[in-house]
């Protein structure tokens, strides 16, 4: 067997003590993802709102309608 070289050695016990870089990204990084889902969970919600606003006001009966009409007509129903 060969022995290894000390410079290899100290290598191998320097990263056994600190994380590697790639560690420090990620613990830096721990709650990005919780304000990701609150940004998407917020836009999700006023969007549902302004739907619904839309839709339950003459605006959207208009449009409903209209939507079924076009869509009976290029099926040759209505």
């Known amino acids: 067997m060969t022995a290894t ?4 050695r100290a290598r191998r ?19 990005i993802t919780t304000a990701e889902y609150a940004v998407g969970t917020a836009a999700g919600a006023g969007l ?7 839709l339950t006001g003459g605006f959207g009966d208009k449009m409903l309608k209209t939507l079924f009409d076009h869509v009976l007509g290029l099926l040759g129903i209505g």
């Not at 016990?13 to 709650?31: C, F, I, K």
């Not at 549902?48 to 839309?54: D, E, F, I, P």
């Open 13 to 31: 016990s320097r990263r056994s003590r600190r994380p590697g870089r790639r560690a420090l990204v990620l613990r830096s990084e721990q709650g």
């Open 48 to 54: 549902a709102g302004l739907l619904y606003k839309l």
């Open 5 to 8: 070289p000390p410079t290899l």
